[in-house]
């Protein structure tokens, strides 16, 4: 009789892991608490789907210690960038690499990333159940039990005054108990709940006796102090930043930040979010210095001579955004009327400073709604190198529900496809190593 493999949770994890688990003669089934699969796979790369990236893994991903980051770069040899790319060729999607090493579908469409996870699970006769939430896991010596609600749906598709279908509402409910011989814990993290990640996994891999390490916002904006967001808000703007934490350089950054009106956002912000999640939840203090010129190297190279009848902010407008010029002489008390030759040199060359590296205070990450990942998660040690549960048999634990989370770039959805594709192979009796195809 076939091993009888169940995967909880449909993300992108979950279904890599349902497939390699079939492909190695296993009957498997994914249990779905939303009402389909993959709904977190749409959202990626803004529609388009960054599914892995090309470039050398090292200093692209973060975990609690030195051992769990070299886990997680044996794991991403093992399964690299081109077996994500070779797994999603022999399922029959052709990918594309962008010059920041980004693989994206080659029509840009996250929606074909998912429909060809599906239509690989159809051909392999992975039964997929939605509106199935897993609510406990027994483990006993053979396997395991798993208890689900079943969420059952009015039958009828209604129709909305705008044509389209409404989703039918949870008219009742059905508790049953389940059995496998093995499970895949794939419910990802707390990020973008409403796309069905909402930490019940922290939960179930508890009762399995894990420990959790603290999950916190990551690849997310930074909430700021400051009565002046509100002016600068939309304002977009090339820059160089340097996160401090407890005054001391933490991580640097270079891209396009946004102002908001509640503060900092953008691909540099992103990539640093996570260290300030922590240290601000450890009770650090946390600081962004943000140099709105990374264009200029030498202050003494800007020169004010011709300019003396200008306004310093019509001066300043030359550099950057108005927006932000107007808001470097409010700080610097300089009027907007003033001319340049009345404020004089030095408070010109003030105002280059401050644009240089104007400081923020950040008060908090933005919530787990607005975040693409989490930090935190269960420690990585506490999973063998198939990601086997070394604290309950028969049970493995993949994706981002594991300490380990990427910076943006397609990193995380490949740390999904190379732990799901290890632990559903192995959950089926196979081992991938470095060299092998699959
Ligand atoms: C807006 C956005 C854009 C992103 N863009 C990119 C990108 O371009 N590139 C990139 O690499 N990464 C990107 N990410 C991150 C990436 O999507 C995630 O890291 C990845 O999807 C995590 O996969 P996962 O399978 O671990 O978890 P998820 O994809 O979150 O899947 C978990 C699944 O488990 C289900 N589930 C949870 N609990 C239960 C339960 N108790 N019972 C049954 N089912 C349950 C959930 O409904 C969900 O379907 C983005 C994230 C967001 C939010």
New binding site residues.
Partial sequence: MKNKVVV???????LAAAIFAAENETDVTV????DR?????L???NGK???TNMSDVHGKYYSSDEASLNKIYDTLVRFDARKTRDFFKRIGLYTKEKRDGGVYPVSEQASIVLDVLRSACAGLGVTIRTD???TSIEPDKSGVAVSVIQYIRQEKEQRKSDGKNKKNAVVSERKETLRYDRLIL????K??PA????G??YR?AKRLGHRIIEPLPALVQLKCQGDYFKAVSGVRAQGRLMLYIDGNPAAGEEGELQLTDYGISGIPVFQFSRLASRALFEGRGCEVGINFIPYIENLADVHTAQFQDKTVEEFLSGLVHKKVAALICRRNGIPAVMPVGQAGEGKVRECLKLLRDFRVTVTAPNAFENA??CCGGVPLGETDGNFASRKCRNVYL????LDCD?ICG?????W?WATGAIAGAAAAGRVIEKEDWK
């Fill in positions: 909880v949770g449909g993300g992108a994890s979950g249990l779905e608490h939303q699969v993959g709904k977190k796979i959202m990626t790369g789907c960054n599914l199935c939430e897993v794939a419910t990802g993290g990020a973008a796309s069905g990640s909402d019940s996994g179930l693409q990942v993949v994706g981002e529900l990427g397609g990193y995380n959805l490949q999904a």
